[in-house]
């Protein structure tokens, strides 16, 4: 840190490069100038913490520095909170007033519980309702607020994919968007509180079949949902597949999603840029330049990254390049795009369920790549024995928890 702001006591505001909260908590922060940022080619990055580093946050070019992160309120209790809004309904099973229609949850309502991890896009924490001792849920804050076309297309995805309408039990429920003093989004999510499965491989290794057939099957049933909403996911990976102790597992994380069909008195579909995503799970055909796709290859693309994901669960790392190596987006590019597709070794002692279950989903041409209610009716998931499997699952989950 070239410099360094200290405040113990709330006094004003601290006025450091932008705007901060009042209810900003004890804080350092300071630019990190490398000479790549110096040159313009990297964001400023600031540094905040409250006894120890909390956030590291990145300030748009050119603009004001974003206010500190919303869950460091819940360190100061009893401040003025800011008064965000809910766009869904609090969750009744939260205690809130259901009756009372001008009741909004607010962000001030939830109570700090523990730091759950940081990603890219957002900060995310544990909450319960303050004062109660009801369940706890998972706050997801972002570093920014979005008032881009994409950042709404991102709400219009949360209540389509995991907010409005019947849930999904394949789904991470999303109980309700509230705003930091910022406009940033803070999603309130149903709590996984076994991690993701990227960490269960990291913790034991590859999945045994009748887990991982459980597995398959969860995600199909969550893609077949989120397809049947509009909504194609697009970044299908073991880093995004949640765990709870009571065993389930569910399809998280709707950063990059993309909406297919649009109800504006009739469905409409629409093609929607599919050159997002993690590079190691991408089609072939995401990686052409501005690739778009309709419906029918957005949910093709899903059905990639799953047979990827499967494929990684079963080996224990990466299919596409060995494991030792950490490939850039180039090697990458062209060992999708101009090798052969990723398969369970012919040394591997696996069924041929699970290899066919693999290949139906890796075909490099999306148009005879399976579709998800094939996948649902492949032997692989349909005449998985469901009662081993999910013992079998369960049993994972609490081994690596
Ligand atoms: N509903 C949830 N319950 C429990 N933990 C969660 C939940 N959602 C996210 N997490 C955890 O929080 C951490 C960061 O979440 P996540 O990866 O979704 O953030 P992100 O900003 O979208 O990351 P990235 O963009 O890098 O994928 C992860 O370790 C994840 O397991």
Redesign the pocket.
């Known amino acids: 840190l070239r410099s360094l702001l200290l405040s113990p006591t709330l006094g004003p505001p601290l006025a450091v490069a932008g705007r901060w909260s009042p209810w900003t908590p004890v804080l350092a922060c300071g630019p990190l100038k490398t000479e790549q940022e110096r040159a313009g080619r990297v964001r400023p990055s600031y540094s905040c913490f409250w006894k120890k580093p909390l956030a590291r946050v990145r300030m748009a070019p050119g603009g004001t520095m974003p206010p500190c992160a919303p869950h460091l309120m819940f360190r100061r209790p009893g401040l003025a909170a800011p008064a965000p809004h809910a766009v869904v309904p609090p969750p009744a099973a939260a205690g809130m007033d259901k009756e009372d229609g001008e009741r909004r949850l607010r962000l001030s309502d939830l109570e700090w519980l523990a730091d759950?991890?940081?990603?890219?896009?957002?900060v995310?924490t544990?909450v319960r309702l303050r004062g109660t001792a009801g369940p706890a849920f998972?706050l997801?804050v972002a570093h920014y607020p979005d008032d881009t076309d994409a950042g709404r297309e991102q709400d219009e995805v949360l209540r389509r994919a995991c907010g409005a309408g019947p849930p999904s039990p394949y789904v991470?429920r999303c109980h309700a968007v509230l705003r930091g003093e910022g406009g940033e989004p803070a999603c309130l999510?149903?709590?996984?509180?076994a991690?993701?499965l990227h960490?269960v491989l990291r913790r034991r290794g590859g999945l045994p079949e009748p887990a991982l057939a459980e597995v398959a099957a969860r995600c199909a049933l969550g893609l077949a949902h989120l397809h049947a909403r509009g909504v194609a996911h697009l970044?299908l990976k073991p880093?995004?597949l949640?765990a709870s102790a009571r065993g389930d597992v569910k399809i998280?994380?709707f950063?990059v999603s993309r909406i297919f069909s649009r109800a504006d008195g009739h469905q409409r579909s629409t093609r929607v840029s599919v050159a997002v995503g993690t590079t190691a799970y991408m089609s072939p055909e995401r990686f052409a330049p501005n690739a778009q796709a309709g419906p029918r290859g957005a949910c093709a693309a899903d059905v990639w990254s799953l047979g990827v994901t499967v494929l990684e669960l079963f080996l224990g790392h990466r299919p596409v390049l060995p494991a030792e190596r950490t490939p850039s987006w180039k090697m990458l590019k062209e060992a999708i795009c101009y090798g052969d597709p990723p398969s369970v070794p012919d040394s591997a002692s696996a069924s041929a369920e699970l290899r066919g279950f693999v290949a139906a989903c890796v075909q490099k041409d999306p148009r005879r790549r399976a579709t998800v209610p094939q996948l649902l009716a492949h032997p692989f998931v349909a005449r998985r024995d469901v009662e081993a499997s999910r013992r079998a699952l369960l049993e994972i989950i609490v081994e690596t928890i």
């Open positions: 759950l991890g940081e990603g890219a896009s957002g995310v544990k998972a997801k991470v999510l149903e709590l996984m509180d991690g993701s960490d970044d880093d995004n949640l998280a994380d950063g």
